[in-house]
Every structure is written in structure tokens, then in C-alpha cells.
């Protein structure tokens, strides 16, 4: 029996999937779950586990229901954020389809999983990997991008930032994602010596590159959530959304800032003690 969960929109929005995708896996222990979406966003919640199988949501053609029938063919279940699937479904499949408007204070994920009747451990499944201590010293990732320029703390924050870890002698690494290149390339900003950068990965390589990093800081935004995911100590910054929705969840998140927070008031001297402080 097969499964196949469609999730379109950008990283964060399919990151936000993974609760949905552990509940479903311990609803049917013996089904393959495949999750169609943006397929590099996909892969990424299938190169740890949380899917068998990644897929894009085009190669699925719900424009044409014959063709996404044959496409479909051998699925059981059916779970989708686009109503074209009813007509798609094969014969005998169970379809659910779940809208992702905002219903609530409750985090994001968990609201799917519950809208589809479904109980996720939590905040357990809405981890890629447990979070674990970090050693003092090790390196830090900014990630001062986000899809929405609302959520974006101003440049000059970033590069005060930046200054005082590097003067508490910390290691950095910047996240440059196509939105920063297009916008205000941080590469271009006047980082202390020794700043690299994490620029022109896949989310995938991008997963592999902050796994190991010993603090994460970044807006509200895909790259904040899979640094949580996977267990890195995270710094996230928050103006323009809900924290109580959209924030990271775990004992490792601390959000600084919050709902109707004016993000270019956040001051340096918020952020730089979380990220300075003692590991957990």
C-alpha cells in the first residue's frame, strides 16, 4: 500500500509537513509514503527519513485525471492540498484534502496533523533528528534571508551581529539562498575576516552543511525551520508572524522578538547573548 502526501509551496511550507508525515508512518507502519511538492524541498524530508520517496507535484498532471490516475496507480491514500485530487484519486483510494489557512495559536504543523485526524508526538515528530548539546565555540550560521521581506531583520543588525560573535570569537558561516541573491547579496556585505559563505546548495547539501553547526540564527524563515529540524540550537528572529504558529518548536528554539514585534527594533544586544550563552 502506498501513500502519497502532496504539499506544494515553498521550503518552510513543506518543512511544516514532517509532523504529518511521522503520524501518518506510525498510523501505517507498512506503507510506502511518498511526498510530492517542489521536488527539491521534498528530498529533503526524504533524505532523512521522513518519506520513502520524493516526488514533484507536476509529474503528478492533476490537470489531467486520467493521466494522474495511471500516475497514482497502486495508491491507497491520498492526502492533499489540492482538491483536483479527488478527481484524480484511482478507484478505492481514501482522499483527504486539508486547506492550510491559519486556524488558531497552536504551531502550524500540529494544526494539519490534527485537521487531519491525526496524532503527532510533539514535539518529538516535528524534529528530523532529536536535538542534542553543542559544544561552546562551534560555529555559527546566520541566515539574514527570508521569502517575505517583512520578516527580514535589517542588514545592519546582521552585520553587528556578525561583529560581536566574531569578536567573542566565534566562526561564521552566512546562508545565501536565490531570494538574498536577487535582493542584497549578503556576500557583498563587509562580514569580519574569515566569514563563509553558504551559497548555491541544494537544500539537501544546505541540510548537510548546518547539521553540525553550534548555534543557528535566522528570520522566519525555511532554512530557520530545517536548522531546528535537525536538532541545531537555533536563534530565531520574529516581527512580522505569529511565533506561537510559525516559530520552530523544541526546548533548543529561543525567538526573539514576536507577533506585531517591529523587527528593525529588535536590538543586537537581544540576539548576540542567546547565540553567546551556554550550549543546550
Do not use: Y
Request: aromatic residues 6%; glycine residues 12%; proline residues 8%.
Amino acid at each position: 500500500m502506498t501513500t502519497v502526501v502532496l504539499r506544494r509551496g515553498g521550503l518552510g511550507d513543506t518543512l511544516l509537513m514532517l509532523p504529518v508525515l511521522r503520524a501518518l508512518r506510525a498510523e501505517q507502519p507498512g506503507s510506502a509514503l511518498h511526498l510530492a511538492g517542489v521536488r527539491e524541498f521534498a528530498d529533503v524530508l526524504a533524505a532523512f527519513g521522513a518519506a520513502d520517496r520524493a516526488l514533484s507535484s507536476e509529474d503528478l498532471a492533476l490537470w489531467s485525471p486520467d493521466a494522474a490516475r495511471a500516475r497514482l496507480r497502486g495508491c491507497a491514500r491520498l492526502v492533499a492540498d489540492d482538491p483536483a485530487v479527488v478527481a484524480a484519486a484511482p478507484a478505492g483510494a481514501r482522499v483527504q484534502v486539508f486547506d492550510v489557512q491559519v486556524r488558531g495559536e497552536e504551531p502550524f504543523g500540529l494544526q494539519l496533523a490534527r485537521r487531519l485526524g491525526l496524532l503527532p508526538r510533539w514535539p518529538d515528530d516535528a524534529w528530523l533528528v532529536p536535538p542534542s548539546p553543542r559544544a561552546a565555540g562551534g560555529m555559527v550560521v546566520l541566515a539574514p534571508g527570508s521569502g517575505g521581506r517583512a520578516k527580514c531583520w535589517p542588514r545592519e543588525c546582521w552585520q553587528q551581529l556578525g561583529a560581536a560573535l566574531a569578536a567573542g570569537g566565534r566562526s561564521l558561516a552566512v546562508v545565501v539562498g536565490p531570494a538574498e541573491e536577487e535582493r542584497d547579496d549578503p556576500r557583498r556585505w563587509p562580514w569580519p575576516a574569515g566569514t563563509t559563505f553558504l551559497a548555491g546548495l541544494s537544500p539537501v547539501a544546505l541540510a548537510r552543511a548546518v547539521q553540525g553547526a553550534g548555534r543557528f540564527v535566522g528570520n522566519d524563515s525555511g532554512p530557520t525551520h530545517l536548522a531546528a529540524m535537525l536538532g541545531v540550537p537555533t536563534i530565531a528572529i520574529f516581527g512580522a508572524t505569529d511565533p506561537r504558529v510559525w516559530a520552530p518548536v523544541g526546548e533548543h528554539v529561543r525567538v526573539v522578538g514576536g507577533s506585531g514585534c517591529a523587527i528593525e527594533g529588535i536590538a543586537v544586544g537581544e540576539v548576540a547573548p542567546a547565540v553567546l550563552g551556554d550550549s543546550r
